[in-house]
């Protein structure tokens, strides 16, 4: 027999700590006596539908997934303390929320959780998604989508063909090949029994929820199907092997731990934006500009025979663990082009448009053919928009002017393409040395003690 619980453990024991905050201050303020206050069962069903809401979840299945709703409603992940102090919602602006994730109370780790989209682009598609079928502004948006033609093929295909997500908005749609989306279904992690390629373990809410996320943002797909489960622990040096994901750890694929989603949001790894480290002393700063570099040269030459390309960058997009790893913390903007199979370009894409292909905004953009990205264009964003800032006025001459002169051509999109490669590896050559070794890089260390490559 479980032991009876007081009036504000019965209201937490469900709840979460800051949701339960949200209700006027319900768990911490004292009732006057003329008001008799809510039973405890009231306010457990109060913060459970508080959080329902806020995660999304009334949104379902048009949204990411549940796999780690359980761990938000037993607790078993809590936001940080100066959310907690709220009373009232967390700002609607916040694309993310950092938190700490336990599997048994005792051991907590840093996590983050992220929005799919912000909650004003979440309302916008919903609205387009209610209009498309002329229906009231509080439709039941999987109802409409439902009926869709596209999901309707959704429903009778036995594999995720190249057709079936033609038209979609994502830079990773553009042109995909049979292998990609082979991969995309095997490691899925939404659904039991992943491991096929054929969706037959597939039920009908499955299908929807990895169409919508497919068509809103494909950024929990590719953590789903290229991190490296040795990296929950958050206590290694760098990649192990023995990864399940598509694209293997052991392979240096950066991509954070994917932990679950529950509504619109996902859990994922925690890391620190790499703007916060514009200020960083010389060594770091060129132990994070060496890193990026090898990070946009495993996106474009791999044993795989991928070759990932972003249409824009920011330094948001990348993160550092607390072992000083970096790696893509937004996977949002990364297209893929199949070099062993071939990529099947969107020829007739416009054909294909329909309510999904259109849920956020920018989704109107022009993206270039396939056919013509060129291998330098990672470095040309990267060296031009993320590592100037990074490595300015960091280092005594002539070193600084051997710096800047190799960003200077690695920034530039007119020249060949081996010419930036070129300028990219000396700039590599330049920065090595500068890097240091000890216990602030754990991710190296004690590695680069005994071993130059580290």
């Given at each position: 027999?479980?032991?009876?619980?007081?009036?504000?453990?019965?209201?937490?024991?469900?709840?979460?700590?800051?949701?339960?905050?949200?209700?006027?201050?319900?768990?911490?303020?004292?009732?006057?006596?003329?008001?008799?206050?809510?039973?405890?069962?009231?306010?457990?069903r109060?913060?459970?539908?508080?959080?329902?809401?806020?995660?999304?979840?009334?949104?379902?299945?048009?949204?990411?997934?549940?796999?780690?709703?359980?761990?938000?409603?037993?607790?078993?992940?809590?936001?940080?303390?100066?959310?907690?102090?709220?009373?009232?919602?967390?700002?609607?602006?916040?694309?993310?929320?950092?938190?700490?994730?336990?599997?048994?109370?005792?051991?907590?780790?840093?996590?983050?959780?992220?929005?799919?989209?912000?909650?004003?682009?979440?309302?916008?598609s919903?609205?387009?998604?209610?209009?498309?079928a002329?229906?009231?502004?509080?439709?039941?948006?999987?109802?409409?989508?439902?009926?869709?033609?596209?999901?309707?093929?959704?429903?009778?295909?036995?594999?995720?063909?190249?057709?079936?997500?033609r038209?979609?908005?994502?830079?990773?749609?553009?042109?995909?090949?049979?292998?990609?989306?082979?991969?995309?279904?095997?490691?899925?992690?939404?659904?039991?029994?992943?491991?096929s390629?054929?969706?037959?373990h597939?039920?009908?809410?499955?299908?929807?929820?990895?169409?919508?996320?497919?068509?809103?943002?494909?950024?929990?797909v590719?953590?789903?199907?290229?991190?490296d489960?040795?990296?929950?622990?958050?206590?290694?040096?760098?990649?192990?092997?023995?990864?399940?994901?598509?694209?293997?750890?052991?392979?240096?694929?950066?991509?954070?731990?994917?932990?679950?989603?529950c509504?619109?949001?996902?859990?994922?790894?925690?890391?620190?934006?790499?703007?916060?480290?514009?200020?960083?002393?010389?060594?770091?700063?060129?132990?994070?500009?060496?890193?990026?570099l090898?990070?946009?040269?495993?996106?474009?030459?791999?044993d795989?025979?991928?070759?990932?390309?972003?249409?824009?960058?920011?330094?948001?997009?990348?993160?550092?663990?607390?072992?000083?790893?970096?790696?893509?913390?937004?996977?949002?903007?990364?297209?893929?082009?199949d070099?062993?199979?071939?990529?099947?370009?969107?020829?007739?894409?416009?054909?294909?448009?329909?309510?999904?292909?259109?849920?956020?905004s920018?989704?109107?953009?022009?993206?270039?053919?396939?056919?013509?990205?060129?291998?330098?264009?990672?470095?040309?964003?990267?060296?031009?928009?993320?590592?100037?800032?990074?490595?300015?006025?960091?280092?005594?001459?002539?070193?600084?002017?051997?710096?800047?002169?190799?960003?200077?051509?690695?920034?530039?999109?007119?020249?060949?393409?081996?010419?930036?490669?070129?300028?990219?590896?000396?700039?590599?050559?330049?920065?090595?040395?500068?890097?240091?070794?000890?216990?602030?890089?754990?991710?190296?260390?004690?590695?680069?003690?005994?071993?130059?490559?580290?």
């Amino acid at each position: 027999m479980e032991p009876r619980l007081g009036p504000k453990a019965a209201a937490l024991h469900l709840g979460w700590p800051f949701l339960l905050l949200w209700v006027s201050g319900l768990s911490y303020s004292v009732s006057s006596p003329a008001s008799p206050s809510p039973s405890p069962v009231s306010r457990v069903r109060t913060s459970y539908n508080l959080g329902k809401t806020f995660l999304g979840l009334d949104k379902c299945n048009a949204c990411i997934g549940t796999s780690i709703c359980k761990k938000f409603f037993k607790e078993e992940i809590r936001f940080d303390n100066g959310l907690a102090l709220h009373l009232g919602p967390p700002p609607d602006d916040l694309p993310s929320y950092s938190a700490n994730y336990s599997d048994d109370f005792k051991t907590w780790r840093p996590v983050e959780i992220s929005r799919l989209v912000s909650k004003q682009q979440n309302k916008i598609s919903d609205g387009r998604i209610c209009a498309s079928a002329a229906a009231p502004k509080t439709c039941s948006i999987e109802r409409v989508l439902r009926k869709t033609g596209r999901f309707q093929k959704w429903l009778q295909a036995k594999r995720l063909t190249p057709d079936l997500v033609r038209g979609l908005s994502s830079p990773l749609l553009r042109c995909p090949s049979q292998r990609l989306l082979d991969r995309v279904v095997r490691r899925y992690a939404e659904v039991a029994d992943a491991g096929s390629i054929f969706m037959d373990h597939f039920t009908d809410r499955d299908k929807l929820r990895l169409l919508y996320t497919l068509a809103v943002n494909t950024h929990p797909v590719l953590l789903q199907v290229c991190s490296d489960p040795a990296l929950e622990s958050l206590s290694g040096r760098g990649f192990t092997s023995g990864s399940e994901g598509i694209f293997p750890g052991a392979e240096g694929w950066p991509l954070p731990k994917y932990l679950g989603s529950c509504g619109r949001f996902l859990v994922s790894t925690s890391t620190s934006p790499l703007q916060e480290f514009y200020g960083a002393p010389p060594d770091q700063a060129a132990d994070l500009a060496y890193q990026l570099l090898g990070v946009l040269e495993s996106l474009r030459s791999n044993d795989l025979n991928y070759f990932f390309y972003f249409t824009h960058v920011d330094a948001d997009m990348f993160g550092i663990f607390n072992n000083g790893h970096l790696f893509i913390r937004d996977a949002s903007a990364l297209g893929v082009i199949d070099r062993q199979e071939g990529s099947q370009a969107a020829s007739g894409a416009g054909d294909n448009k329909d309510i999904f292909s259109c849920l956020v905004s920018g989704c109107q953009t022009k993206l270039p053919s396939c056919d013509t990205i060129p291998e330098k264009q990672n470095l040309v964003l990267v060296c031009s928009q993320v590592l100037p800032l990074l490595l300015q006025a960091k280092f005594p001459s002539p070193v600084q002017e051997e710096i800047d002169a190799e960003l200077t051509r690695c920034a530039d999109g007119t020249r060949p393409d081996p010419e930036v490669l070129g300028a990219a590896s000396r700039l590599k050559d330049i920065l090595r040395p500068l890097r240091t070794c000890d216990p602030r890089f754990a991710y190296r260390y004690p590695d680069c003690k005994y071993d130059d490559k580290f």
